[in-house]
């Protein structure tokens, strides 16, 4: 029973080996395509493309409008010793309602206007400047979200290998126990050891049966939340392949963390530009042709006129100096930021290579351990089959290799995790 129960086991893990295989990079280009930041940074920069389109065809293309205004002004006349309502005077003298000075009797407009910005070169420039360096903020951007996207993916990646490799260390105690069992039932047969003794053989197979049952959880669950961090909507069990993570080493090349502070210092000066754009001088020339006329319109009262139209703001309360005061501080608070994270990222880099060191240290020991104890295990089974060994040593000697092959898979996957966090900052 306990051998078929096995045997399930067995074909269970080898189904999973047996399923569909994923690898790191299917996860992170499944994270990329999936990301919603990274989608809306893409239409941002679509969008900055046809502002910039917009603010050319207002800098540089006429405004074409039809205008109308009619104002009529009706009064009552009081000449020739009558009371007359009148929509428009006919000369009166005497009468009730608005001074004829200020009215003419009424205005009847009707016409096309037409204005053209003039000398706009220059500003269009500024503000083309300006939406290439937003691109460029958005394209760095999304760099800088597909590199944090690989330290999630990857973090999760390796819990998921720890979860793996700890279900594959008790599958191979399991099997170990199991041929041993074999052994100490013959040897309980011909009374070399007692039924106890079998017992507690079977009470230790049971715990690393549970233990085993709690890593093809944990697997599941954590191959769950990679899933989720990926945007794939799939619930199928597949086997991730092993991932070695290298150290990157550090390149000359500016990182694209400090590149983000410079993108914002050039956009600060960038804004300040197009603002100071507003004390030029703003040409206009315009013209507009219809019907201008007071009193009752005519056919003789159609006409155009033409012109040039002139602003030019000389004095403002000093507005421009305060807001080249505002940009020069925001300038420097982005220089002390970038600084700051230099030397935060350079501890963080510090420390993390001498935690690898050490951890190699620990791993090299372990590997030796475990070394040990696959000798002792041999000599442990070389005894049992001759009756000279305790059951119970047997039984804790498994124990303690369980622990320590669990000891070594987390200071492996901890190295692991320390250099995908190590890639992060040397970026």
């Known amino acids: 029973m306990k051998m078929l129960f096995l045997y399930l086991l067995i074909l269970f893990f080898s189904s999973v080996l047996h399923a569909q295989i994923r690898d790191l990079n299917y996860y992170l280009e499944q994270a990329k395509n999936n990301s919603p930041l990274i989608h809306q940074k893409t239409n941002d920069n679509e969008i900055i493309s046809l502002d910039l389109k917009q603010v050319k065809s207002v800098l540089s293309k006429p405004e074409v409008s039809l205008e109308g205004n009619i104002l009529f002004a009706p009064i009552v006349s009081h000449n020739n010793s009558s009371n007359r309502f009148e929509w428009v005077s006919n000369e009166a003298k005497n009468y009730t309602g608005y001074d004829l000075a200020s ?41 800088l979200t597909i590199h944090e996207l690989e330290q999630l993916v990857g973090y999760q990646y390796i819990l998921c290998l720890i979860a793996k490799t700890q279900a594959q260390n008790n599958l191979s105690l399991l099997n170990q ?102 004390y030029r001088p703003q040409l206009f020339w315009f013209t507009n042709a219809g019907l201008n006329a007071v009193y009752l319109p005519k056919f003789n009262r159609l006409g155009f006129s033409t012109g040039l139209s002139l602003s030019w703001t000389i004095f403002d309360g000093h507005q421009r100096e305060l807001q080249q005061q505002k940009t020069t501080i925001e300038l420097n608070t982005l220089d002390f930021e970038k600084q700051y994270f230099i030397k935060q990222t350079d501890i963080q880099k510090q420390k993390i290579v001498n935690q690898i060191l050490s951890l190699e240290q620990r791993e090299a020991l372990t590997k030796d351990q475990i070394k040990q104890y696959d000798v002792l295990i041999s000599t442990y089974q070389a005894e049992l089959s001759l009756g000279e060994i305790s059951v119970m040593d047997l039984k804790n000697l498994f124990k303690d290799m369980a622990l320590k092959k669990q000891e070594l898979l987390m200071l492996e996957m901890e190295r692991q995790t320390l250099i995908n966090s190590y890639n992060y900052w040397n970026f």
Not at 109 to 121: F, H, M, R, T, V
């Open 177 to 278: 126990i199991d041929d041993q069992s074999i052994v100490l039932k013959k040897l309980v047969e011909h009374a070399l050891y007692k039924q106890r003794d079998l017992m507690l053989l079977q009470i230790e197979r049971s715990n690393l049966e549970t233990e085993y049952k709690t890593a093809q959880a944990g697997y599941k669950n954590n191959l769950y939340d990679l899933n989720l961090i990926c945007g794939i909507n799939d619930t199928t069990l597949v086997d991730i392949q092993k991932n070695n993570f290298e150290l990157i080493p550090e390149t000359p090349v500016t990182s694209k963390f400090l590149l983000s502070y410079n993108l914002d210092s050039l956009n600060l000066l960038a804004e300040q530009s197009i603002y100071e754009q507003k």
């Open 103 to 143: 009215t003419d009797g009424g205005q009847y407009q009707a016409g096309i206007l037409i204005q053209q910005p003039l000398l706009n070169n220059s500003v269009f420039r500024k503000y083309s400047n300006k939406a290439g360096i937003s691109q460029e903020i958005n394209n760095n951007n999304i760099t």
